[in-house]
């Protein structure tokens, strides 16, 4: 009897595997599997057996069954599957096509270009500060060393308000309001908006971002502002940058020095954008005038320090080449959809 | 300032061209760029090249084909010159250049090869040919790219050619001697603290100092008198306006033209000569850096000058024939009869010296900057004199300055008689000594300087220096007010030794975690969340103007005004973000059909708007607000629940969990926001009282904009917008969110349309189905809201997906729909709803 079974699943896998389309594996299961099938027939014949061989042939016949069954089914997904060569032609669609942004929104390119700031400043263990945008005569000007109708004044054009107070025309003012409020050791930076009445063009709007920073401590030198400013322009601007010092001229600061950094358009080698020099301009920078250490309370005989301001939204541009840096303030999604 | 080449050659004999000059100071002392001179403008698009390789033109015997290298690449022109050589820098002038002669340069085609250019002759430049020589050799050292004219400063025409010497290079050096009347300029942004600098012997000392080379000063001792007589009465009323007063009284002048030599010196700074007294006083000026003025002795009446500060209101004409009605402080000079100078500005025109004078009142007093500066500022009339006198120039050079001037009027005017030196002052800024510690050098640069090589820079600077152990002890002259104290003499060490020699090393210093600035943190969050929802961050301006105030119907009143816009639109502070991010949808509609902005922004106003702001102690309010628009979501009524759900999920990621935010209909009517599609939002918060009892309080809006303001606007679709109040986001937010454990046992979602009274709330059927429901609800999500035909006038239809789940066993769907009928019935006899 088992044989009987051994011999018929034999017989019915090679049919089934034999079989070359859908119509013949019908007829095979027509033949083996169905209810009138072969092996209906076979197990049929369990009745007749004696009690102790009808359990080992039940169990041998389900056995079989299952085996022929599930490859019987295997082989009807092989047929029922498209070939790829079908599906190629029929299911086509043109790649080509230009794709869908499903949602797409995006941080304004000066926001992008701080939150690197940021973090790059903080890594060093700075301390990130906001101060107000509407200053007062005092901290703007007069405590950073501009006493009114000095002529260090004129370096800025400012806005003024009916009230006296000014659209702050530099964040150098922070350095004043932080120290009045914490002891040293220092280290701040202070990103913010600043204003100048200024009429606009392609490289002056009324309003843009400045990094203010500020370290104060026992021995804190010009060789460290060097070094941070190198690196920080490396890491904003591309390591291929580098910065130079030159002497200028700001009230609260003493030595004071010009911070250039490497043209972006011809790296160095001097090109209309620069004036042929190979260096922009990006900010200002120095040791902190001892007056105002003095003035907010600190020993400046002890402690010493130094400060740098620069308009981080000049590097954006000059990184993504952006001839016009009105399209900042114009919220046109043509340009903020590019960031 | 504007600055002659040759003047500054006369004092110290350099040997650097312009350009060399300009970056030797701009290294070390201040910015100097050269001056663009109008030839660079005649030879606009010429420029400097090198010949690479010359080859034969394949069609013609007399002509070449150059290969040349210039700023912007490498070039193959077709040349004539027999004078060709590899390696010289030529002039190029390139496609679209105007040659002086006119003729402009295209593209040529010269026997079948093509020329993009071509490389100049001297008398194609308008210059004197030179020689045999066709083609022009610049200076070796000429910069690839450069415009020409730097390069072909003109030597005195001496020998025939265009300052050509034996190979036929010209400029470079062309200037060792006289200029033939082709100076260049130098523009030197004299820094506000260096009144000095502001001279042609102030740079020249710069220069000494940072070449080396000895400065050439000649010495001119104060005149004897001549025939003593005391001409004028001179009084200084207001000492602090007036801190010296130093004049010379001189007879016996004939006004006639300066010198030659004089009249050039100042055409070439772009003057026009007067006569030999003005010519003198303007020429002493910007050698000198000290402003002077020659008053006609006779038209000062009763021989009386007085000097004191204008009451307001009082009048004088000054030189250029303008009356100007004097504002307080401003500095003035008057005889027995009128007021005859504006002081340290400009010249009464009626002491002015006329072509009859011959007795002068020549002085080079001092005034007070700031007083200087504010007039000059209230009057409109800024001159090279009080650009001088702004700075607070020393009180210590008067004597030399005249001294000069009467020595140069001298050589001329032999008649010339000095009757009365007058000398009123009060303030002296004689030299000082400065002490400066090796230490704090060695702390301020690290740099490791010799005591010797710290006592060479300030020797050539002119500084007398003492040592005693490792401390100097420095003599500065007077005429360097800037130098008061140490840290400015290690400014002038580091400038001359070079900023460029600053090494580079980082701060040590105890290696503490940085403070987390948490404002700034949740505004990174804000930003991100809104961003991550398909919307677009936009930065306006802090200003506004009139027009776009009356436009939103806001009221003036809370404006702050900017006295001294200089665009209309910058006349104001903007009190809200609205405005802008209106005016960005009208920009961008053309451009997008739908689209999300969002501002995170400060806004400014009075205090008057909402006195329930505390802590503010002026009446100015800055605070930062969060404002976003959902322009167009292309499906009805998709804008505002697309900005309500923006803004559901900006209060989650603050912390605020969905029972402690409420979305209230709008109570009282504003011209920004529909009337009917808009809610207050409110946050669920801590009282600050003994209690702390919980109460929402209002944070902003969100809503559709007021169909009348689109109109105004202009914006033909439908737009919702929010605004919110940042700074109280900010002040209770919160880290912890609203966190429930996930469910471990399966959810049973059940769904129930339910048609009501349109007028009926969502937020009611909600609440009622909740309570309804009680513990086994875990969710109900509303996710369709039909109005329309098949419910009928007045009704409308809400369809909530109801989800029932226990948090101990599996439910049964039994469970489930009892508590779903039950749900139905409630709302049928609450609402009179009727449920599908």
Redo the contacts between chains.
Sequence with gaps: MISDFKKLQKEASEAIDNSANAADLEKVRVKYLARKGELALVMKKIRDLKPSEKKEAGKTANEVKKDLLSKFFEKRVSFSKIPDSVRKEKEWIDVTAPGVVLSHGALHPITQILFDLEEFFRSMGYEVIEGPDIETDYYNFEALNMPKDHPSRDMQDTFYLENGMIPRTHTSGMQIRYMEKHKPPVRIIVPGRVYRNEKEDSMHTCTFYQLEGLVIDETTSFANLKATLMSAVKHIAGKDKQIRFRPSYFPYTEPSAEIDMTCFKCRGKGCTVCEGSGWIELGGSGMVHPALLARVGYDADKYQGFAFGFGFDRIMSMKHDIKDARFYYKSDLRFLNQF | MKLSYSWLKSYVDFDLSPKELAKLL??????T?VEADPASEKFKGIVVAEIIEIKKHPNADKLSLVDIKT?DGKFNIVCGGTNLKAGKKVAYAKVGAELPNGMVIKEALIRGVKSPGMICSAEELGLPKSGEMEILYLSDNA?L??NVSAYLIAKDNKGGNAGGNADGNVGGNADKDDMNGKDVLLDVSI????PDLASHLGVAREISALTKIEIAIQEYKTPEIDEPKEMIKAEVLDKDLCPRFYGFVISGLKIEPSPDWMQERLKSLGLTPINNIVDATNFVMYDQGHPMHAFDYEKIAGGVMKIRGAKEGEEVATLDGIKHKLPDGAIIMQDSEKIFDLAGIMGGANSEISDSTTAIVLQASNFK???I??TSRKLGIRTDAS?MF??NISTSISPYVLAKTVALLREKQKGLKVHQIIDIRSKKDDSRVIELSGGKIK????IDFHSEEIAEIFRRLGFQTDRKGGTFFVRVPAFRIDLK?P??L??EI??IYG??K??????????????E?M??KWE?IA??T??????????????TGKKMIEMLALDMEEY????????PD?EY?RTTLIM?IL??IT??LP??EK???FELG?V?YSKGRDMKEAGQKE??I?KKMLTGAVVNAGRKELEFYGAKGVVERLLYEFGFSKGETKFEHLDVAQPTFHPGRTATVKIKVKGEGKFEEQYFEDIGFVGEIHPDMLERFGIKTDVALFDLDFEKLLKYASEKIGYVDVPKFPSITLDMAVEIDEEVPASEVLGLIASAGGDLIYDIDLFDIYQGKQVGKGRKSLAFHIIYLSEERTLKEKEAKEIHDRIAKTLKERFNAVIR
């Design positions: 701009t290294m070390h002392t201040a910015e760029v700023a910069k790219g450069d820094p506000a603290n260096r900057g700031e007083a500066r504010k650009s702004e700075r702390n301020y640069l690290e104290g840290e400015d290690i400014e580091i400038r900023y460029d600053i090494p580079s090393k980082f701060p040590r210093s105890e290696l503490k975690p940085a403070k600035n404002d700034l990174k930003k991100n809104l961003a991550n929802s398909g919307f677009y961050e936009v930065y306006n301006y802090s200003f702050f005004k900017v006295i001294n816009p200089k665009n910058n502070l802008g005016q960005n920009d961008n451009n997008f689209f999300s902005i400060k400014f009446n100015f800055e």
